[in-house]
């Protein structure tokens, strides 16, 4: 990387990180989009998931005790099933088909969720496993598995500090499951890896800034942001699959 690109890559980096401290998500799709204007997707992508491993051990000591702990495990089983075949899209098929059913899916919900809807319980079995499956194969696709899982906790009686841990915690999981699929794929390289530790301190600090911000926070507020967030990353989202398609 040039001089300007990478300065341009850390300053994205360390933004994203801030509002991935504070929410619990968006560093991937922030990033990823941004960084796709200088670089390739594929080479992107599997530093995305070893910086978004960091991220969340980095925060995970803080946020342990606040775990819903029975809704990770069918989640990640979910995941567990849905990743091979995202990240089998991403070394063969074009990404901006999928793109575009994301972030009008994720906009629909989050209009939903602003004007009211939530659930009275937690999820069941079933539907816990779909949501995982769903964010599995997005995450393997594209590094953005996030918001169907955004949208289980947000939308479930879980509560905002309880979902933060929780979304933190299943993308701990999602990414270390993911991680071998894109080796196997031969998506992570020695370079990957090298790019990752390059920003790191950037993560590191963004992480450290935007977690701080967070203990702080009105749970009302903290909530509008979070669906500001989630439909403003809809629509980047569908947006750059729309431009990818009408190129």
Same mark, same amino acid.
């Given at each position: 990387?040039?001089?300007t690109?990478l300065?341009?890559?850390?300053?994205c980096?360390?933004?994203?990180?801030?509002?991935?401290?504070?929410?619990?998500?968006g560093?991937?799709?922030?990033?990823?989009?941004a960084?796709?204007?200088?670089?390739p997707?594929?080479?992107?992508?599997p530093?995305?998931?070893?910086?978004?491993?960091?991220a969340?051990i980095?925060?995970?000591?803080?946020?342990w005790k606040?775990?819903?702990w029975?809704?990770?495990g069918?989640?990640?089983?979910?995941?567990?099933?849905?990743t091979?075949?995202g990240?089998?899209f991403?070394?063969n098929?074009?990404?901006?088909?999928m793109?575009?059913?994301?972030?009008?899916?994720? /906009?629909? !919900?989050t209009?939903? %969720?602003w004007? =009211?809807?939530? $659930?009275?319980t937690?999820?069941?079995?079933? &539907?816990?496993?779909?949501?995982?499956?769903?964010?599995g194969?997005?995450?393997?696709?594209?590094?953005?598995?996030?918001?169907?899982?955004?949208?289980?906790?947000?939308?479930?009686?879980a509560?905002?500090?309880a979902g933060r841990?929780?979304?933190?915690t299943?993308?701990?999981g999602?990414?270390?499951?993911a991680?071998?699929l894109?080796a196997h794929?031969?998506?992570?390289?020695t370079?990957?890896?090298?790019r990752? /530790?390059v !920003?790191?301190?950037? %993560?590191?600090? =963004?992480?450290? $800034?935007?977690?701080?911000?967070?203990?702080? &926070?009105?749970?009302?507020?903290?909530?509008?942001?979070?669906?500001?967030?989630?439909?403003l990353?809809?629509?980047?989202?569908?947006?750059?699959?729309i431009?990818v398609?009408?190129?």
């Amino acid at each position: 990387m040039s001089i300007t690109i990478l300065s341009y890559a850390t300053i994205c980096v360390f933004l994203a990180a801030i509002v991935r401290g504070y929410s619990g998500f968006g560093f991937s799709l922030l990033v990823v989009t941004a960084l796709s204007l200088a670089l390739p997707t594929a080479e992107i992508v599997p530093s995305i998931f070893l910086l978004e491993v960091a991220a969340s051990i980095h925060l995970l000591p803080g946020i342990w005790k606040d775990i819903h702990w029975r809704s990770i495990g069918p989640l990640l089983v979910g995941c567990l099933l849905g990743t091979p075949f995202g990240v089998w899209f991403l070394a063969n098929v074009p990404a901006a088909p999928m793109q575009v059913a994301l972030g009008g899916f994720v /906009l629909i !919900f989050t209009v939903l %969720l602003w004007r =009211g809807f939530a $659930l009275k319980t937690m999820p069941g079995l079933a &539907a816990s496993v779909l949501t995982g499956s769903v964010s599995g194969l997005f995450n393997g696709a594209f590094s953005t598995g996030g918001p169907p899982v955004i949208l289980f906790y947000f939308a479930s009686p879980a509560g905002n500090i309880a979902g933060r841990a929780s979304l933190i915690t299943y993308f701990l999981g999602t990414d270390m499951i993911a991680l071998p699929l894109l080796a196997h794929e031969g998506l992570l390289t020695t370079d990957s890896v090298l790019r990752a /530790l390059v !920003f790191l301190p950037a %993560l590191i600090a =963004g992480i450290w $800034l935007g977690a701080r911000s967070f203990k702080g &926070a009105d749970p009302t507020v903290f909530r509008k942001w979070v669906l500001a967030l989630l439909g403003l990353l809809a629509v980047i989202s569908a947006a750059k699959g729309i431009y990818v398609l009408q190129q």
